[in-house]
């Protein structure tokens, strides 16, 4: 078998047998080049594209950071939620919105105004700063969260 393009997946031709048995080591080889996602519930309804949070109850819920007191980001919610419904959240890896407007090679933070937004504005207070990613683009963010300790 031979291997294609930059993953180095192995081609599966037509007619080849055995092709589940290699579709299902390309898919475990790209587990290390994918986003890391979560399927997780949440606790209320929100949007696609906040950041979140564990809840206390173990649900997911969107996140700010006020009055030096965070709720630690997770990652970014990959659709609307509806509460109690079962949701994706990235919580590592590139996501892209055009509704954003970010430059790139910035830090991107936790919202200490609006629940789940997202600044490039560091927030004043220290203990508030909640790295959710790096711009990579205008509309662009890899997602790595940073836990404030």
């Known amino acids: 078998m031979a291997f294609d393009g930059k993953y180095n997946l192995t081609a599966i031709p037509v007619g080849t047998s055995g092709w589940n048995t290699i579709m299902t080591t390309n898919l475990e080889y790209l587990e290390d080049y ?83 937004d997202l600044t490039t504005t560091a927030p004043t207070n220290t203990y508030d700063r909640q790295v959710v990613g790096m711009a990579m683009s205008t509309t662009s963010m890899f997602v790595i969260p940073q836990i404030p300790v």
């Open 34 to 116: 994918v986003s890391d996602i979560l399927m997780l519930d949440a606790d209320n309804a929100f949007d696609q594209y906040d950041a979140v949070y564990v809840a206390s109850n173990g649900d997911v819920d969107v996140t700010t950071a006020t009055s030096g007191i965070p709720y630690p980001v997770i990652g970014i919610s990959l659709e609307d939620a509806d509460a109690d419904e079962n949701i994706r959240v990235l919580t590592r890896g590139l996501v892209t919105n055009a509704g954003w407007s970010f430059t790139a090679g910035q830090r991107v933070y936790a919202s200490t105004t609006v629940a789940g």
